[in-house]
């Protein structure tokens, strides 16, 4: 997939509908168009800023080195890990 191509298309990729049976209906589709011929880029959905990467790895990686540390401290102290 060539990120510079969907930053060229972002006008034309459509939205994700999140209804629940919405996204089933939509992800079945998706799929069999995938079986049916090869997916392009102008078959993928956009999302909405707080589903993306961008957004969602920070807080992600900052819970897991604190979690990390934590591992780390009780393993020093107490020699043990579980």
């Not at 090869?38 to 800023?49: G, Y």
């Not at 707080?50 to 540390?69: D, G, N, R």
Request: aromatic share 16%.
């Amino acid at each position: 997939m060539c990120f510079f191509v969907l930053s060229k298309l972002k006008k034309d990729i459509k939205p994700f509908p999140y209804s629940k049976i919405i996204v089933i209906l939509s992800l079945s589709r998706f799929i069999f168009t995938g079986f049916k011929r090869p997916l392009t880029d102008l078959d993928l959905w956009a999302l909405n800023k707080k589903h993306k990467s961008s957004t969602v790895v920070p807080p992600f990686i900052k819970k897991w080195q604190e979690a990390e540390s934590a591992t780390r401290y009780n393993v020093l102290k107490t020699g043990k890990f579980f």
